[in-house]
């Protein structure tokens, strides 16, 4: 419609003329122009002959033309997606797919350029009626001067025709032809009455009351032996097929099926067998063939018309193509004697069933199951027989009767693998053979599929080489499989159980024996099965299939699962321990294939623990070092040198293999524990290196991950090592240079043809994407290696051009705004300073890095002095603060950096107004301290002296007897109890006496202690000259104000907590390793806060002796380990690798499990998380090292304390993914919002109490603990 020409206009001013004569006393006899209007809307209900009108045909012709491609993908998808066929009907497809439709830009764009046409056409027959009239008349003398001459004038009509045509058909007219298609009659009668026939409207002569005997006649006149006769009917039934309805075309079609379906049955007629093949130069064959072809062109397009239609005529087009496929000749007892019935011919004009595949779209499910019948002699040796390599020879006009076996057996495939994917179709199954004794059941066609994969060679070559197409069995079945892993439902049926597994891996385990699978397994087809298993690794339900099989119980037998079989296989290729394929050029795609299906396994947590044992990550380090060293010695192709090609090709082999290594290597970063096996490996500067080139080019990670980059990256930032290689590999440069683009430039590169809009939310839209990834990023361990010990800019001048390149500079330039030089180089100073006020907000939530900035540039000082200076001087003894946007952020930072405490204990202002007369209540301040309205009152300060009683009785109760293994689980017992009745008399002086002697008794009991005794005699006097570092320092005023608050501190305590720190600090150096490394956080003791000890501390209500007693005997117990985080600070009882990695056993142990948990107690979670570009790993070690100070409240930070001490370490896990569980619909509804990170770090965790998910926890240490316990006690000697 781009192109609209005079001759366009002119054809449809005749289409426009002919409607409008053809309704012209409709509209006369109107009374009104309104009644006239309403006439034309309901024509189609009205006018019998409306589809025939030359307009209505254009229209309808134009709209497929336009929308057609679009209607049929969204009527795919919509039953692929929904299986439609099983529970919906034509209403609701409908429905679905015409709204889609009309709200399509394609949809609109049709109807604008329609209105536009219709306007020009419309307006220019208005304008030239007068002259147009004249010209019809001339026109029309002319014609029927002409037409005169003819034999037919006295059987004709004067009036105009549709579309140009000079008369319109009459029932004499259609007569005299039906008597000149009489076989007796002469060639040359025949002849003109088919070309007579052919020149008139199809619609005038499918109108005629003789059609259904002029039908009759053309069928039987098929059979006439003169080709240029049969070929001008075909030409007929050709026109009618594409320029009438659906309701008129179903007679054609169902007259030239019932003709095939005779010709077959025939016994004249004479029907190649299998023994001569079919040579289509053969006349017979061709003409049978075009026949054929014409019935399957239709077949295709019909489903495009059904869902407008009823039923009834699908049904007649359907019966009568399963009457003709259903034909059956009588067979001899020789298989080459066998005469070809019609499907040969159907899969020889469409080999890939590609008619059927359309049907399927629509609801011919029930119809065509008559036709699976065809199959049913399809055993799998006549497969391999069928699939036997045929030679060289060219065939080009020839097909001997094994390559239509094999183009048969294609077609079947096709069929078969179409008919699979729906409900209907599978619950064929089983189906009884003629020649089989047993049913056929899906598993075992499934098994023979996948038998066809590795027993197939490769495809005969039986079409020209211009046809690009794979028709190997094995492509094909591959193909077949494919589409069934891609939908869900039919894949859990079909594909998930463990005959399927184990014929898919049966070739494996016979090369892992060293022998050939079969005689014909060759690289190709295990490429085949690696894909398939990929795509079944890569769904949920195929992953735990292969890592645990169908039983989901492990410990049942020692045999091995699919994912223990692809691992050690894969780790063979790798080592090149198989010497089957070494030498074959096809050897690297094999081993990346299945590197890939174990990529899919071990980037989860749960494949990851299963593959651990095999240390493929050592595997495939080593093969990528040996591809680097190949490449490095490509030697540099010689201008005019032959050998360049060969040359360029090898390299890119080599560069594309060591590619694929990388990748599968940083695929181990998807998950902690894989992260530290990365990290061991020392090839994580490489990868993420790579991960960023490929990020730069917005490439995925795989062709089975749904999401991108985001998620390695948080995992990545989450540890010291990783941060330093993002930010070495150019990711953070890369980052905040797009950063700055949208907040302060925009791009140089676009032509800018108005203003930018000024922006209406606090963070611009451009730059959310910017600022979350600035979120994932800046975990503690990021922020201290790449700020750490590192001062600001403060330049006395900035160049509007100077651009940020580290994190330095974003908080030199965004947050910490001390100088006129840095708010003049801003363009936009408000939201430039907005942005970086809530990244401070975000980050500051981590209390480490809260007190690294405040050490290294007094953040509260420079924000305290914006507010000092943000002030309106209103008498000489009164200032009022101006409330804007940045002072009401600053004033909400302010009070969230300098007052701690969980969602009852602390109140923050909003950063928004209010509605109404006061603005911001919220009292604004420029000193300290704060204003008390943004305390809490509903702090419990005070211990009830009755709960302490009922602990002491309790703990009088418990009687020490000879077994003290005993007393302890009697203990445990009791405190669950406690915990499940009343968890409110846990505190106080009872919450101390109860730790106290629980913790002294674990120590002196053998079995309870992990970590061997430390003799430790130093006393106040030897540490009072150690210094702390001064985030430590702030630590302590942090946590004494926080006390005090509590009442549980008093004057004093500030001394005696630094002092409990000093102590701490030489008893743990005592058992730390000397370590070389780069990393900062290796350079010293630990970097951050000791939140456990503070907490501690606090819990022994300040007092020092206590708290060093329990730090000693506790340091023995392996829960130490994992609530205490600066114990294993670089200590000797890690091993050296995992010291040297600079990752703590929380996150590479707990927050793993926390991982694998969430993903099978709260999937959905798990999947927000995802979807966020989030790693539930990064929040909670952020939990976990601050003991949930500023997320809980304080009793609620005791009960996890004690809880984790009395339980196990274990129930860390379990209790944060109590938390998830918690939080389930806030997570959801902040994944829709795109803020879950900002959420979850800035949130409280409202309404959370351990107490209540006691129970939850106990069902999860059931479930999980033996295997937590064990790789948590694994942390010493992990040599993985």
Request: hydrophobic letters at 40%; charged letters at 20%.
């Amino acid at each position: 419609m781009a192109h609209f020409s005079a001759d366009d206009e002119a054809m449809l001013q005749a289409m426009l003329r002919q409607l409008f004569q053809s309704v012209k006393e409709k509209i006369t006899g109107a009374p009104s122009l309104e009644c006239a209007e309403e006439i034309l809307l309901h024509l189609e209900e009205t006018d019998e002959n409306f589809h025939n009108y030359e307009f209505v045909k254009y229209l309808r012709q134009h709209i497929c033309n336009t929308l057609g491609s679009m209607i049929e993908e969204e009527m795919e998808k919509w039953t692929s997606d929904q299986n439609w066929g099983e529970e919906f009907g034509y209403d609701t497809v409908v429905q679905h797919v015409t709204k889609r439709t009309q709200e399509s830009k394609e949809y609109k764009e049709m109807m604008h350029s329609l209105k536009n046409i219709m306007m020009i056409v419309v307006e220019s027959m208005i304008n030239k009626f007068e002259e147009d009239g004249l010209r019809s008349q001339e026109r029309q003398k002319k014609i029927q001067k002409e037409k005169s001459n003819s034999y037919c004038t006295d059987n004709c009509s004067d009036s105009d025709s549709s579309f140009s045509q000079s008369y319109k058909f009459c029932q004499g007219k259609l007569q005299l032809i039906l008597d000149q298609l009489d076989p007796g009659q002469p060639k040359e009668v025949k002849y003109e009455a088919l070309q007579t026939l052919c020149s008139a409207p199809p619609s005038d002569v499918l109108n005629c009351e003789n059609w259904t005997t002029l039908c009759e006649k053309l069928t039987v006149s098929l059979s006439d032996p003169d080709p240029v006769f049969t070929d001008r009917i075909l030409k007929f039934y050709a026109q009618t097929f594409t320029l009438s309805p659906l309701h008129t075309t179903k007679e054609i079609y169902t007259s030239l099926a019932k003709y095939l379906e005779l010709y077959f049955l025939s016994r004249e007629n004479h029907i190649p067998t299998l023994s001569t093949g079919i040579d289509i130069t053969n006349p017979n064959v061709s003409r049978l063939l075009k026949k054929v072809r014409l019935l399957n062109e239709y077949q295709k397009e019909a489903p495009c018309f059904w869902i407008r239609h009823p039923e009834k005529y699908m049904e007649e087009i359907v019966e009568s193509t399963l009457s003709l496929l259903s034909v059956k000749h009588d067979q001899s007892h020789l298989v080459s004697q066998k005469i070809l019935d019609p499907i040969y011919f159907l899969a020889l004009v469409d080999t890939k069933a590609v008619w059927f595949k359309k049907w399927m779209i629509t609801t011919a499910v029930q119809q065509c199951v008559q036709y699976f019948e065809l199959c049913e002699t399809m055993k799998a040796d006549e497969a391999l027989g069928r699939s036997k390599p045929y030679g060289n020879k060219q065939k080009t006009f020839y097909y001997s009767g094994q390559e239509l076996q094999y183009i048969y057996f294609i077609h079947s495939l096709c069929l078969l693998g179409r008919l699979l994917i729906y409900t209907q179709g599978r619950k064929l199954f089983p189906i009884k053979l003629k020649n089989r004794k047993d049913l056929v059941t899906l598993t075992d066609l499934l098994v023979l599929f996948t038998q066809l994969i590795y027993y197939s060679p490769s495809c005969p070559k039986m079409t020209s080489s211009v046809h690009l197409e794979n028709y190997s069995p094995a492509s094909m079945v591959t193909e077949v499989l494919r589409i069934l892993c891609d939908q869900k439902e039919c894949a859990i049926e079909c594909l998930y159980n463990n005959t399927v597994i184990e014929a898919l891996l049966q070739p494996i385990h016979n090369l892992m024996k060293g022998t050939k699978a079969v005689p014909y397994c060759s690289e190709t087809a295990l490429i085949h099965i690696a894909d398939i298993l990929a795509r079944i690794a890569s769904v949920e339900e195929g992953l735990i299939l292969l890592l645990y099989g169908e039983n989901m119980n492990s410990s049942e037998g020692k045999s091995l699962t699919g994912a223990d079989v692809i691992a050690q296989f894969s780790k063979k290729l790798l080592d090149e321990d198989i010497s089957i394929f070494s030498g074959s050029e096809m050897f690297p795609v094999v081993k990346g294939a299945f590197t890939s299906v174990c990529r899919q396994i071990y980037g989860t947590c749960e494949g990851l623990q299963v593959l651990v044992p095999y240390s493929l990550h050592e595997s495939i380090v080593k093969a990528w070092k040996k591809t680097s060293l190949l490449s490095e010695r490509i030697p540099t192709p010689v201008e005019g040198s032959d050998s360049i090609s060969s040359v360029s090709q090898e390299s890119q082999n080599i560069m594309a293999w060591e590619e694929n290594l990388l990748d599968d290597l940083l695929n181990f970063a998807a998950t902690p524990k894989g992260l530290l096996l990365l990290q061991r490996t020392g090839a994580l500067n490489e990868c993420v290196t790579f991960m960023f080139s490929q990020y730069a080019k917005k490439l995925q990670i795989s062709r089975h991950r749904k999401f991108g980059y985001e998620v390695l990256v948080t995992q990545v930032a989450s540890t010291a090592a990783g941060a330093v290689a993002l930010q070495s590999s150019g990711f953070i440069n890369a980052l905040i240079t797009e950063l700055w683009a949208n907040l302060e430039c925009g791009r140089d590169d676009v032509r800018v043809t108005h203003p930018r809009s000024t922006p209406v939310d606090p963070i611009d839209r451009s730059c959310q994407k910017s600022f979350l990834a600035l979120v994932n990023l800046l975990s503690y361990p990021a922020v201290y290696e790449l700020a750490g010990n590192q001062g600001l800019p403060n330049k006395a001048e900035y160049s509007l051009r100077e651009v940020p390149t580290c994190i330095v500079d974003i908080i030199d330039r965004l947050i910490i705004l001390n100088s006129e030089a840095k708010i003049r180089s801003l363009f936009n100073y408000e939201q430039s300073h907005i942005f970086g006020l809530r990244l401070l907000s975000v980050i500051c939530c981590d209390l480490d890095t809260l007190l690294l900035l405040e050490a290294q540039y007094q953040v509260s000082e420079m924000l305290l002095n914006a507010q000092e200076e943000n002030t309106l001087v209103t008498s000489e003894s009164h200032r009022d603060f101006i409330i804007d946007s940045l002072s009401v952020e600053r004033n909400h930072v302010l009070v969230r950096i300098n007052l701690i405490g969980g969602p009852m204990e602390r109140i923050l202002p909003p950063r928004i107004l209010d509605k109404g007369d006061d603005l911001y209540p919220w009292p604004m301040f420029s000193s300290y301290p704060l204003p008390n309205c943004y305390l809490s009152d509903c702090v419990t300060r005070n211990t009830d002296l009755k709960q302490d009683n009922i602990v002491g009785k309790l703990l009088l109760h418990f009687k020490m007897c000879d077994k003290q293994t005993e007393w302890i689980e009697n203990c445990r017992r009791q405190f669950c109890k406690m915990m499940k009745a009343k968890p409110g008399i846990i505190s106080g002086e009872a919450l101390v006496e109860l730790l106290g002697k629980f913790v002294l008794h674990l120590s002196e009991s053998p079995s309870e202690c992990y970590f061997p005794s430390v003799e430790y005699t130093a006393i106040d006097a030897n540490v009072k000259n150690e210094s702390l570092s001064s985030v430590q320092q702030l630590g302590i005023k942090m946590t004494v104000r926080y006390g005090k608050f509590l009442s549980l501190l008093k004057d004093g305590a500030e001394n005696d907590l630094t002092l409990v720190l000093k102590h701490c600090g030489r008893f743990l150096k005592q058992q730390q390793a000397s370590v070389k490394s780069s990393l900062l956080c290796l350079q010293g003791s630990y970097t951050g806060h000791d939140w456990f000890v503070s907490s501690l501390f606090m819990i022994m209500l300040g007092d020092k002796e206590r708290t060093l007693r329990f730090l000693q005997q506790f340091s023995r117990l392996l829960t130490s380990a994992f609530l205490w985080l600066p114990r294993l600070h670089i200590s000797r009882y890690l091993p050296t690798d995992t010291i040297a990695s600079g990752i703590h056993p929380v996150y590479f142990c707990s927050t793993h499990y926390i991982e694998m948990l969430l993903k099978a107690e709260v999937p959905l979670v798990f999947s927000a998380f995802h979807m966020s570009g989030f790693a539930p790993s990064q929040i909670c070690l952020q939990w976990i090292t601050q003991c949930f100070w500023n997320y809980l409240d304080w009793v609620e930070i005791c009960h996890y304390i004690v809880t984790c001490v009395f339980l196990g370490p274990d129930y860390q896990v379990y209790i944060c993914i109590a938390i998830f569980k918690h939080l389930q619909q806030d997570i959801l509804q902040h994944t829709q919002t795109q803020d879950l990170q900002v959420f979850l770090k800035e949130e409280p965790l409202h309404g959370f109490r351990v107490s209540d998910y006691f129970e939850y926890m106990e069902i999860l240490e059931q479930n999980y603990r033996p295997v937590l316990l064990r790789d948590m006690r694994n942390i010493r000697v992990q040599s993985t």
